[in-house]
């Protein structure tokens, strides 16, 4: 008898849990009005990656610059020759703890994912996208602009790409420092070494591309305005 109560008992609890399983999946790719679902995240990272590989294929076209740990990447690739996107991955690899650190760890595995695709990206396009004649103030508005709308797709999502922000960041919480002179100094480094790589013209245009990139983050990501996470 106790077998038998036992073997029924079994079988309700099973569509019980598949019903819980199914609900459970859903859950996790329904869309809500305050918060992005599975769907929206794994959209959210392609989408971004794929606009900041396209950006930096513009930049690495023209031999330009950029801030960050993209334009330490950049200053190696022209200065050696090695692969942009093998060289954005490494660099990235050590600011992963301070994010995890600062952010949580669904900001820090989102950013790694957003970097990866970025480099994967970066290196795959070419291959596919080439430019018979491309002027370098024309490539860095273009690249700027898509970087930059490839990053506002990431922040939306509670992802980024890495770098020197997040050391900022983790820095002023561990010893006062503002966060926003400690970015100035990271990225006024990688100004003052791109003079040798590049000339004072494909300089003067990767500065113009990173004020569009800038302009395109501070126009329109904007917390009140965009609530979902």
Same mark, same amino acid.
């Given at each position: 008898?106790?077998?038998?109560?036992?073997?029924?008992?079994?079988?309700?609890?099973?569509?019980?849990?598949?019903?819980?399983?199914?609900?459970?999946?859903?859950?996790?790719?329904?869309?809500?009005?305050?918060?992005?679902?599975?769907?929206?995240?794994?959209?959210?990272?392609?989408?971004?990656?794929?606009?900041?590989?396209l950006g930096v294929m513009f930049l690495s076209g023209a031999k330009l610059l950029s801030? #960050?740990?993209?334009?330490?990447? +950049?200053?190696?690739?022209?200065? /050696?020759?090695?692969?942009?996107?093998?060289?954005? !991955?490494? @660099?990235?690899?050590?600011?992963?703890?301070?994010?995890?650190?600062?952010?949580?760890?669904?900001?820090?595995?989102?950013?790694?994912?957003?970097?990866?695709?970025?480099?994967?990206?970066?290196?795959?396009?070419?291959?596919f996208i080439g430019f018979g004649a491309l002027d370098p103030f024309i490539a860095a508005?273009?690249?700027?602009?898509?970087?930059?709308?490839?990053?506002?797709?990431?922040?939306?999502?509670?992802a980024s790409l890495g770098g020197f922000g997040i050391l900022a960041l983790f820095l002023?919480?561990?010893?006062?420092?503002?966060? #926003?002179?400690?970015?100035?100094? +990271?990225?006024?480094?990688?100004? /003052?070494?791109?003079?040798?790589?590049?000339?004072? !013209?494909? @300089?003067?245009?990767?500065?113009?591309?990173?004020?569009?990139?800038?302009?395109?983050?501070?126009?329109?990501?904007?917390?009140?305005?965009?609530?979902?996470?």
């Open positions: 008898m106790a077998a038998v109560m036992g073997l029924a008992a079994a079988d309700r609890e099973q569509p019980m849990a598949m019903a819980e399983m199914k609900s459970g999946f859903f859950k996790a790719i329904a869309s809500r009005p305050e918060r992005h679902s599975l769907i929206d995240d794994i959209q959210g990272l392609l989408a971004g990656s794929l606009l900041a590989g801030g #960050g740990t993209a334009g330490v990447a +950049f200053l190696l690739h022209y200065a /050696a020759g090695w692969s942009f996107g093998l060289l954005f !991955f490494l @660099i990235n690899l050590p600011f992963y703890y301070f994010a995890f650190r600062r952010m949580g760890p669904a900001f820090t595995i989102k950013t790694f994912l957003a970097v990866t695709l970025t480099s994967f990206f970066s290196s795959a396009l070419p291959k508005l273009v690249g700027g602009l898509l970087l930059g709308t490839g990053m506002l797709a990431l922040f939306r999502h509670r002023q919480d561990r010893f006062g420092w503002r966060a #926003g002179l400690v970015q100035l100094c +990271f990225d006024c480094t990688v100004l /003052a070494l791109s003079f040798l790589v590049a000339s004072p !013209f494909i @300089i003067a245009c990767s500065v113009a591309g990173a004020a569009v990139l800038n302009l395109t983050l501070a126009i329109n990501h904007r917390r009140d305005r965009y609530i979902a996470v």
